[in-house]
């Protein structure tokens, strides 16, 4: 089947489902031509919020199909590929959670949203990349657990002297592998870019950036910048968005390996079939939709 046969196969079947697709900017370009809604993690957080269809087909990873479900919890949410699962989202432990909060009577646990449901369940608040900056200095609390990214956890706490930020020792590995070295070697092959980049990546890597923010806020920087040239270091599905909306303008990969293997799981074709079929649910007990709720509302709700 060519992509134009599939496009019109997943419009059928989105009708005859009831269905929505959300899709993050990681995804392959015709996933994320297909998509109903794309965007940035915050910005799909808040989307899911206000749906209207019976279904929400997610084209991420199982955190983000969790949180949608958390936030619906009377719709079906569908992942196409069950296996897409972002292995930072495990990377803290409940029983450091409980440790830190026996030590810190006034500990807020900050939890970024790419975080599994149990680890949300145990958060005051959840943040992304997007907003993680206001809310923790908008936090009446000096003790701040940072879980699970020690790479965000650590850019803010940069930022935020006056709080003692206690960070984990999570990580994502494609932002972790971008080295110094491929970095300083695209600034030489492109002397007159700026160099834009996702603060999950390793501090010497934002020491050497122009602009560090969320997907969306590179792809906004990028967007709205006077400059032609920019090297991109985050995952490269962002390019789809950077040059459908800047066709003049030059983005060069910070390293060519920046690519997410498991946001790279989600095709056509299993798009197809998870709404076909309406397989790959994503199912969580009320209890943890009721628990991991709260902080995600949080989130939600908070003005900067
Ligand atoms: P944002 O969408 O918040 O930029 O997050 C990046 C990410 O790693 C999602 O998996
Ligand atoms: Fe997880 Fe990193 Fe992939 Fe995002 S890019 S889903 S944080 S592994």
Do not use: W
């Not at 900017?25 to 994320?32: A, E, K, N, T």
């Not at 970024?112 to 907003?131: F, G, I, P, Q, R």
């Amino acid at each position: 089947m060519i992509n134009r046969e599939k496009f019109e196969k997943i419009k059928r079947l989105k009708e005859e489902k009831d269905a929505v697709i959300l899709a993050h900017y990681y995804v392959d370009d015709d996933v994320q031509e297909i998509a109903d809604y794309v965007g940035d993690s915050f910005y799909l957080a808040k989307v899911a919020t206000g749906i209207d269809k019976k279904v929400i087909l997610f084209c991420g990873v199982m955190f983000m199909g969790e949180s949608a479900k958390i936030l619906n919890p009377d719709k079906t949410v569908l992942l196409p590929d069950a296996t897409a699962d972002c292995p930072m989202a495990h990377m803290a432990q409940v029983e450091k959670i409980k440790e830190l909060r026996a030590k810190y009577d006034d500990l807020a646990v900050v939890c970024y949203v790419n975080s599994t449901a149990e680890l949300k369940m145990h958060s005051d608040v959840c943040v992304t990349s997007s907003n993680a900056l206001e809310i923790v200095k908008a936090l009446p609390n000096k003790n701040i657990f940072f879980i699970p990214d020690q790479n965000l956890g650590g850019y803010i706490k940069d930022k935020v002297t006056d709080k003692n930020i206690i960070l984990n020792d999570g990580y994502c590995h494609v932002h972790k592998e971008l080295t110094k070295e491929s970095v300083l070697a695209a600034k030489a092959a492109h002397p007159d870019a700026l160099f834009l980049v996702h603060p999950e990546c390793r501090k010497e890597i934002v020491d050497l950036a122009d602009y560090a923010g969320s997907t969306a806020g590179i792809i906004d920087f990028a967007t709205n910048s006077e400059e032609r040239e920019f090297i991109i270091g985050t995952e490269l599905g962002v390019m789809f968005e950077l040059k459908s909306k800047n066709p003049y303008k030059q983005f060069y990969p910070a390293n060519e390996m920046q690519i997410c293997p498991n946001m790279k799981k989600i095709t056509l074709d299993k798009v197809i079939s998870s709404l076909e079929n309406m397989e790959h649910e994503v199912t969580l007990t009320d209890e943890v939709i009721d628990k991991a709720n709260a902080p995600l509302k949080r989130m939600l709700e908070f003005k900067g």
